[in-house]
């Protein structure tokens, strides 16, 4: 559809009606998936996956997080009852957002509330950083690392050295009970990047199994997701690919990165 602004103003007031009806479900009901991929595809249609509309929305997870006192024999009820409220809690969340991008669009026009996450200078970022992992740290480590730890400093001096903005061991993301923390994050390219080292055989289905943990962790939060895997030879080539970010790749794509 060719949204207009006046047509997406329409749009995202009906969305705030529907948020109202959803509100008698909860977050595994047919009705509340529609609603929210409804929501989530539009609002990227109109403000990019860069916006801070955008990223707002991806945030709420419209379920509880940590930890609390069950103070009722009741337990299932009081656990139910915790979770819709979490519910209640981000759907009124995600309505205030909608109901920011209504104001943001009512002060612009389409064009200018638009920040796509495929721009040149963004595109040429995640470029700069996945060749620095594939091509420049590799040579700057002579010997064989000791630890994971000696891999993550030797690819900060590479983004230092390239001037890329980043942050290290952040942020830290709850799922599933557990804490989950990126070695690297890149904020502008939506980017996430976990190294791991591999300098035992019975290393390699350990990797494989962390990756996929950290995966379902990482995409709640980011819309890419980079392994650097440092190899001493320990693990298979069967199987292992590289794939270079397109406009094609879905989001939440993870990138492997093999270094022997």
């Known amino acids: ?37 409804n929501v989530s595809i539009f609002l990227e249609e109109i403000f990019g996956g860069s916006s801070k509309i955008v990223l707002s929305f991806r945030k709420l997870r419209f379920y509880p997080s ?7 024999f009741d337990i299932q009820g009081a656990l139910n009852e915790r979770n819709h409220g979490a519910f ?9 957002i909608i109901q920011a991008g209504i104001d943001e669009l009512s002060r612009k026009s389409l064009s ?9 200078r963004e595109s040429s970022m995640l470029i700069r950083v996945l060749s620095l992992a594939e091509y420049k740290i590799r040579k700057t480590i002579r010997d064989i690392p000791a630890n994971e730890k000696e891999i993550q400093d030797a690819f900060e001096n590479l983004l230092i050295g390239a001037d890329i903005p980043y942050k290290r061991e952040h942020p830290h993301i ?7 923390i990126p070695d690297f994050s890149f904020e502008r390219i939506d980017l996430a990047l976990e190294v791991k080292f591999c300098a035992r055989k019975d290393r390699e289905k350990k990797i ?13 939060k ?11 030879g320990k693990i298979r080539l069967i199987g292992l690919c590289y794939q270079w970010p397109s406009r094609s790749m879905s989001a939440h794509t993870p990138f492997p990165i093999l270094l022997r």
Do not use: C
């Open 1 to 37: 559809m060719a949204w207009t602004k006046e047509s997406a103003i329409r749009e995202m007031e009906s969305l705030i009606k529907e948020a109202q009806n959803v509100a008698n479900y909860d977050k595994a009901s047919p009705e509340f998936s529609r609603w929210y991929l």
């Open 66 to 72: 940590g930890s609390f006192v069950i103070q009722s």
């Open 88 to 96: 209640i809690d981000d759907l009124n969340l995600s309505i205030g």
């Open 112 to 120: 200018e509330v638009y920040q796509g996450k495929n721009t040149p």
């Open 174 to 180: 709850t799922y599933s009970s557990k804490e989950y």
């Open 208 to 220: 494989i199994a962390e990756m996929n943990d950290d995966i379902m962790a990482y995409k709640t």
């Open 222 to 232: 980011f819309g890419n997701i980079a392994f650097l895997i440092y190899d001493v």
